[in-house]
């Protein structure tokens, strides 16, 4: 049982979910009450990450949720963002540090557009579909993500500076769905 058909009624109303936590990877889950897309699209959704018994290699790991947002109630998203803050990662960069593995959790969560994509600039980086993590499908610089879909991006810079990531779509770029890595030498 997934709880999906035991809504939680009122204020203060809840629900414990148990359940064995598997497959390994990265797993949104989200509001099943109705409207559900307008749930989806003002945030009632999160992620879980099931980690494989014989763990990962060691790396520098975040999340990255790929959303859009109908500001308007028109069923069009007015903004994009990776974690929800449109431009949030072009004002303030992720730090990273060279020659360190990086570790993305990527969950596209978009609502009201069919795709997403995650680009990213000045590297290719071995990507793992739903973060089964078996065997990279891909080594790429460009995934296009359907509803719901999700995985792992593992990548390395050996180089310093500024590196874009963004969705490839340019009205998804241009609404806030853009950042910058900001890479700095590992020996500092």
Not at 109 to 124: A, P, R, T, V, Y
Request: aromatic share 16%; proline share 6%; hydrophobic share 35%.
């Amino acid at each position: 049982m997934d709880g999906v058909f035991e809504p939680v009624g009122g204020h203060g109303g809840q629900f414990t979910y148990e359940f064995e936590a598997g497959p390994v990877g990265v797993h949104p889950y989200h509001c099943h009450v109705m409207p559900l897309e307008e749930h989806i699209s003002h945030g009632l959704y999160g992620v879980y990450i099931v980690d494989p018994k014989e763990p990962r290699p060691k790396a520098d790991e975040m999340v990255m949720v790929l959303n859009g947002f109908d500001t308007d109630f028109d069923a069009e998203n007015n903004f994009y963002a990776a974690n929800t803050i449109p431009f949030y990662y072009q004002h303030h960069p992720i730090q990273i540090k060279t020659d360190e593995l990086v570790r993305i959790y990527v969950v596209n969560m978009l609502e009201f557009d069919q795709i997403n994509n995650f680009h990213l600039h000045g590297n290719l980086y071995n990507y793992y579909p739903t973060g089964t993590y078996s065997a990279p499908s891909a080594f790429t610089d460009m995934i296009t993500l359907s509803q719901g879909e999700r995985g792992i991006m593992e990548f390395t810079y050996h180089m310093p500076g500024k590196f874009m990531f963004h969705a490839h779509k340019t009205e998804f770029a241009e609404k806030g769905w853009t950042g910058l890595f900001l890479v700095k030498d590992g020996a500092e």
